[in-house]
């Protein structure tokens, strides 16, 4: 901690400055006879960076040649923390502080208490270049970052949040970091808290903190159609608690309610859902006719169906289901070695027309697949020799073609996504998806940076890879549309 003394004698200030000066000094010097030997065979390099930051934190730690002083309020306490600093070291990592400091040796900040409890952390960071910090304290050390435009800490504590998404905690942190982001105007961090969200939100459904969901957070889910859940069942569920612990105004919850894709409900769970859901029940002339085409089109055939409507549209589109109907989990246990494969069967569509109808799937795996450019050609020489190929020069492929062709395929294509899991703090979480349609049987970049050949790969798991493949099928209008 730092000393909680008085200010320092005039001639002490000034030495701190000198000594700031040198350091810094001996720092550049150091730096310029780095470049100056790199061509020389004979150089080396005499490395006392440790010790340096090491006097650097004394520095701080006893409040040696100190010239400014730093006094910490909170509304919420009458005392103050007060930090005996050096002018030169603040101003160089911090414009603000440089200009706080000009005309004056002692300041007075005010701080919210999350903040004022992280500044002692925050200012050693200032003297040594580096700091620890935890999950909670993420949002606080991001705002002091930001005030005092430390561009480095800001950018280093929102990496920080981009790959801690998984981390494990008790009241669950992305939801949070997700309305942070939204409010400070960090696109990028907002992305990746959406898309973890996405990729994860049966777990995020059943947690803490999906009750402080925002309306605004709820309504960009629900508009997604890559939403890794069990089914739409689950969502409305989870949809239909958090209806009745926010309690919205009548229009946001019927635009949330809407926003459920009622056709990827069994007919017999819509009954049900009309009969017992105190929500729906309070919503129904909101939803009703939503309600009566999904029952619709459970009740027609879909090419029958696509003649007197859209059914290009979100409302008919499946999400990303992990029920069995929709598609299959393969392990594959030791994935650098051999190729493999698999198969399983779906139903053909969403509506209950095709319940009773299957379509086979065959899937091959090969970690080691050379592309073209790749792959050994004859040379020209009277040897024929084959130019040699490296192992490490394959990628991982995966390939997903149907077993069958049927009539029953007209008006219906498939949306094929695969999901990688990984195993982060303790859980199993979505780490990557890969999405390509059915004109495609194979996925084109599938784990193109993913180097199965390390059994330390962050992409196994107990040295095995887990992929979940979902099989989306996606109806098509072969007649227009009659208005």
Known sequence: MARLTGAQPVATRRWGCAAAAF???????????????????????INHSLTLLQRLQELLQNGNGSDSVLRVRTAASDEAKVFHTHQLLLSLQSEVFESLLHNQSIVTLHEPPETAALFEKFIRYLYCGGVSILLHQAIPMHQLASKY???????????????????????????????????????????????????????VLGSA???SVSVELLLLL???????????????TAVEGWLSRRQPEGPVAERVLRAIRYPMIAPSQLFRLQAQSAVLARHYSA????????????????????????????????????????GSQWVINNPARDDRSTSFQTQLGPSSHDA???????????????????RPVYSDSVSGAVQPVRIEDGRPRLVIT??????????????????VGVRQQGRVLVKHAYSFHQSSDEVADFLAHADLQKRTSEYLIDNSLHLHIIIKPVYHSLIKVKK
């Open 23 to 45: 350091l810094l000094l001996l720092l550049t010097v150091q730096a310029a006879q780095k470049a100056d030997l790199s061509g020389d065979a004979t150089a080396a390099t």
């Open 149 to 203: 435009r430390v561009w480095g800490l800001q950018r280093g504590v929102a990496d920080y949040m981009k790959t801690h998404l998984a981390s494990e905690s008790s009241q669950g942190h992305v939801v949070g970091w997700y309305h942070y982001a939204v409010r400070i105007g960090d696109v990028a961090l907002q992305e990746s808290c959406l898309q973890f969200l996405a990729w994860n939100l049966s777990a």
């Open 209 to 211: 903190e999906w009750s």
């Open 222 to 236: 629900l508009e997604r159609s890559d939403l890794v859940l069990h089914s739409e069942l689950e969502l409305y």
């Open 287 to 326: 939803v009703q006719d939503l309600l009566f085409q999904a029952f619709q089109f459970h009740a027609a055939s879909p090419l029958h169906f696509a003649k007197y409507f859209d059914v290009n549209c979100s409302m008919f589109l499946p999400r990303n289901y992990l029920a069995p109907s929709w």
């Open 356 to 374: 009773g109808k299957r379509v086979t799937w065959n899937v091959l795996f090969s970690p080691r697949w050379l592309p073209v450019s790749l």
């Open 402 to 419: 149907p077993a069958m062709s049927s009539p029953d395929f007209a008006g219906v294509s498939f949306q094929k996504t695969v999901l």
